[in-house]
């Protein structure tokens, strides 16, 4: 990536084309089960290879954005993503509808770590990450609300997800081209911080898989053991939405001001009592008022640990390895939850869900506190117009001592008044050689130079 940020609303529009198919997964599966015949397991496999398709394009991008450019790679995916979901949209038969799928998927994930890196070399990374999850929700809240008045069977989803790859493409424009080196640029280096990033890429696969255990099976809780129609299932996943686009607006304005530990410990722990308190409704009252709240503080952690990520590595890669062991976990989590809710019932499902979630979350928060990662706060060494200079020590493969770390903090600097002018000339002998001075108590501040 270049050294200097670009702007982030391109960034934001591809994060958008990525990250839409998981957002409306739900909806997908739904639809393959009714209107293609397929069994409720066999439609969450669908779903399940549609995400470990785009888990599988972010893991062989994994640092290597850099060495393409972000705009030859984001294209080719918004391609794969618009070429995929629409001959889905357009088959008619159970093994087309799966490959389109799956040449989706691959689109999705090149475009997620596409957006992932660049994110990562933004000043502000969870203010970025902030606004691609509230444009995401915000495109999704308006598809749930169209969809179901449009008919259209499976075909209406994947080709509302293919449109929107389409319309993301002219944003990529304003994406920067491959490095000047090409192929030759160095991209493997030394993953910083790898047993933090290690830790938070585990906690986020399990994290993941707890959200969707649960999320896969919300509609079955509502109907089967809460007793409500599909409508009022419906108008419950509504709300819900709209509470997430108003936690996602709340993460972007609190930003640092708490650091990143308080946010995913505290959010992680609200979370695992939604679940418990959603999975073991009776009736409305609890079933609304846990999904409502899991759904407001999700998208709240969920940007905080994408920025945590990003902070680990300025080229991206721990936040495009991340990314996709989410994505992981994610494909795995309808599994899940249908596996547990059958064997054990919804309520027991809930509390081993909640505990795990509460399990993961010790250890990620224990990253984000003890991790500084890349501040780039005002307290950071920048250089005049341009980027932090540890931002560029980074990029340019600067020597390890050349400049200050990540996140150091700023070194004071002394201003010195200029010597006497004589005619609009320095004088000669306000110029000593560097070192001590001779005579005593005095020191020198000025450096050698030729006054000829």
């Keep these: 990536m270049s050294s200097r940020p670009r702007a982030a609303w391109p960034l934001v529009a591809v994060f958008t084309a990525g990250y839409l198919a998981s957002y409306l997964l739900p909806t997908v599966v739904g639809r393959l089960a009714v209107y293609l015949g397929l069994s409720t ?25 850099e060495r393409y450019g972000p705009r030859r790679p984001a294209r080719i995916g918004l391609v794969l993503a618009a070429a995929g979901y629409g001959c889905a949209a357009l088959a008619g038969s159970v093994p087309l509808v799966v490959t389109g799928v799956v040449i989706g998927g691959l689109g999705s ?72 080196g090409g192929s030759a640029a160095p991209a493997a280096g030394r993953l910083p911080h790898r047993r933090p990033g290690l830790v938070l890429a585990g906690g986020m696969l399990v994290w993941s898989m707890a959200q969707n255990a649960l999320w896969g099976v919300s509609g079955r809780i509502g109907v089967a053991q809460a007793g409500l129609s599909e409508v009022t299932v419906g108008a419950v996943f509504a709300a819900a ?105 919804y309520p027991v499902m809930g509390l081993v869900l909640g505990a795990v979630t509460l399990l993961v979350a ?35 493969g600067a020597m390890p001592g050349a400049v200050p770390e990540l996140g150091a903090p700023e070194q004071a600097v002394t201003e010195i008044s200029p010597p006497a002018l004589r005619r609009g000339r320095p004088v000669r002998t306000a110029f000593r050689t560097a070192g001590p001075s001779g005579g005593p108590g005095q020191s020198n501040a000025y450096a050698s130079t030729s006054a000829r």
Excluded: K, M
């Design 109 to 180: 994930g090149t475009a997620t770590a596409v957006a992932a890196a660049g994110i990562a070399a933004q000043r502000d990374p969870h203010r970025t990450s902030s606004l691609g999850l509230l444009s995401v929700s915000a495109t999704a809240g308006v598809l749930y609300l169209t969809i179901p008045h449009l008919g259209g069977g499976h075909r209406l989803p994947f080709a509302s997800i293919a449109l929107v790859a389409l319309f993301v493409w002219p944003a990529t424009a304003r994406l920067g081209g491959a490095s000047p």
């Design 241 to 345: 939405l709209g509470a997430g686009l108003l936690g996602v607006l709340g993460a972007g304005l609190l930003g640092a001001r708490l650091g990143r530990a308080v946010p995913i410990g505290l959010g992680t722990v609200i979370i695992a009592a939604s679940i418990v308190l959603s999975s073991s409704a009776g009736s409305l009252g609890p079933f609304a008022s846990g999904e409502i709240l899991w759904n407001a503080v999700y998208p709240v952690v969920l940007s905080y640990l994408i920025g945590l990520a990003a902070s680990l590595d300025v080229r991206g890669r721990w936040a495009v390895l991340a990314g996709s062991a989410s994505s992981v976990g994610v494909a795995c989590g309808p599994v899940l939850g249908s596996v547990l809710s059958e064997q054990a019932g």
């Design 41 to 65: 397991a066999q439609a969450g496999l669908v779903g399940s290879a549609l995400l470990l398709s785009s888990a599988t394009a972010g893991f062989t991008l994994a640092g290597r954005v």
């Design 362 to 396: 010790a250890p990620v928060t224990a990253v984000a506190l003890h991790t500084g990662g890349r501040t780039l706060l005002p307290g950071s060494v920048r250089r005049r117009g341009g980027a932090p200079a540890a931002l560029l020590a980074v990029t340019t």
